[in-house]
């Protein structure tokens, strides 16, 4: 089945240790999407990228970092800089760039250790 | 600024009751405005909304838009529990899709 897989579903970090968090899409999306999602807000838009080799920031990249290296793939490092990374991420793709509807994977819940 | 705020943040209902969520928003240059739902974790999309007035269906929900006010309601009727989850809604704009901060909506056997 399509669809769009994230990996890991749990993740620690330590202290001054980058993390990188896996994106995968199999549904020929050019577009896709990284957001954080707090308890008790919405999305917000950290990174997105609508061609490949090509991404602009959100609203909230700070701290974070991405690339495009392929049309599926669209792995998400949160640096050592992003001082309070606790959240919920969640990658979306869409099958060009008008921004929608976008199509979620199952998310990824990062904790400092 | 953009933004999009729902109401309520939070509603408590019995099965059976009928439900109504609130989506108001300023965005710039508005395009479509969307409703997820979302359980423990993927978002799934509900409805699409892009003229005013045209009512979407699906079953026990229904949305509708009202682009003169900027406003859209989300109706759920006869409701399980399985309607239990956070109701998100967003608006493309001008390069742009921004999100609520959702309604939190527990049904009550």
């Known amino acids: 089945d399509g669809g769009i897989t994230q990996s890991p579903k749990y993740l620690f970090r330590k202290e001054g240790q980058n993390v990188t968090l896996s994106c995968e899409q199999n549904?020929?999306?050019?577009?896709m999407y990284w957001y954080r999602q707090d308890p008790g807000q919405g999305l917000r838009l950290i990174y997105y990228s609508q061609i490949v080799n090509d991404f602009q920031k959100g609203d909230i990249a700070e701290g974070y970092s991405v690339s495009r290296e392929k049309k599926e793939s669209f792995p998400l490092t949160v640096t050592s800089a992003q001082k309070n990374p606790t959240a919920f991420y969640l990658c979306?793709?869409?099958?060009?760039?008008?921004?929608?509807?976008?199509?979620f994977g199952d998310g990824t819940r990062l904790s400092i250790l | 600024e953009d933004k999009v705020v729902q109401s309520p943040l939070s509603l408590v209902v019995h099965e059976g009751d009928t439900v109504t969520l609130n989506c108001s928003y300023e965005?710039?240059?508005?395009?479509?405005l969307l409703w997820y739902k979302q359980e423990k974790k993927a978002p799934t999309f509900l409805f699409m909304l892009?003229?005013?007035?045209i009512e979407k269906k699906s079953g026990r929900l229904s949305s509708i838009l009202d682009k003169k006010e900027l406003f859209s309601i989300l109706n759920i009727t006869a409701t399980q529990t399985g309607d239990s989850a956070v109701y998100l809604c967003?608006?493309?704009?001008?390069?742009?899709?921004?999100f609520g901060q959702g309604t939190r909506l527990t049904i009550n056997p």
């Open positions: 549904l020929n999306h050019d577009a």
């Open positions: 967003a608006v493309v704009g001008a390069q742009k899709l921004v």
């Open positions: 892009t003229s005013s007035g």
């Open positions: 979306a793709s869409t099958r060009d760039s008008a921004w929608q509807p976008q199509h």
């Open positions: 965005v710039t240059n508005f395009r479509s």
